[in-house]
DNA sequence: TCAGATACTTACCTTTAAGTAATTAATGCT
DNA sequence: AGCATTAATTACTTAAAGGTAAGTATCTGA
């Protein structure tokens, strides 16, 4: 007789590790906060705003938000080129919980250190 | 004249991504859930539930927790071993917000995968 | 004519995360 | 004697994420 257990990662039906791991990367929270602190942004606003992210990863992290549908795109014709970055209605729903997050790690950050400092 | 912007990412001083780079690894997540809807379970029977994760994975999962202050190890000196993992008060205060994450993503979830295959 | 601006893309390389499989230690059970 | 049990650890490999630096198109202004 098995143990039937199992099935708690179950990435189809787990809609937390199916949506949670797309801004479980190194930048997309950042891009997230920045642009519900400033509205709308362009490239090279964000850029120098997050100093240490690269072009390469500004673009992959805003083209992996803008198709989950979080980040909006609004492309000008113009030369040289001019492209505005916004949070969706979508994103905007997120950020209060990413505000708290944001706050619980504020409220902690402190206390965490601590313990990891101390387990050597 | 510099445009004197940056410093959203600040290591140091980003509580966000200080504290909260620890749990958008691929387990850590997973792990406070379920040991959130179950209260204490011995290393096997988290292996168990989650099905996909290898041994060594959780062994360094719940050992960053640990370190964290997040998760509590308690070893009984017995043969074969018995060691039993529960959430510290730390993680407790943590998990209203990452329920409310999860509850998002439930929500969100069918939009945002029509917003991806949308996206080709 | 040529640098500068803008929002990228591409090729290449390094670093980090994660997976696989074997091994360990001490005991009880058969 | 030999196997199962438990919670790891170790060495090795693969996959994914991220970084660097250069290139692209098109126009403006010096």
Redesign the pocket.
């Given at each position: 007789m098995e143990n039937e257990v199992k099935n708690y990662a179950d990435e189809e039906h787990c809609p937390v590790r199916n949506v949670l791991?797309r801004f479980g990367?190194?930048?997309s929270m950042l891009v997230l906060m920045l642009l519900s602190d400033m509205g709308v942004l362009?490239?090279?606003?964000i850029?120098k705003y997050i100093g240490?992210?690269?072009?390469?990863?500004?673009?992959?992290?805003?083209?992996k938000l803008e198709v989950d549908g979080l980040v909006q795109?609004k492309?000008y014709p113009e030369?040289?080129?001019?492209?505005?970055?916004s949070l969706t209605q979508r994103a905007q729903s997120l950020m209060p919980i990413i505000q708290e997050l944001a706050q619980w790690a504020n409220k902690n950050m402190a206390d965490i250190q601590n313990s990891r400092s101390k387990a050597v």
């Open positions: 791991d990367d190194k930048w362009r490239f090279n606003e850029h240490t992210i690269s072009q390469k990863m500004l673009t992959v992290t805003l083209k795109r492309a030369i040289p080129p001019r492209v505005e970055y």
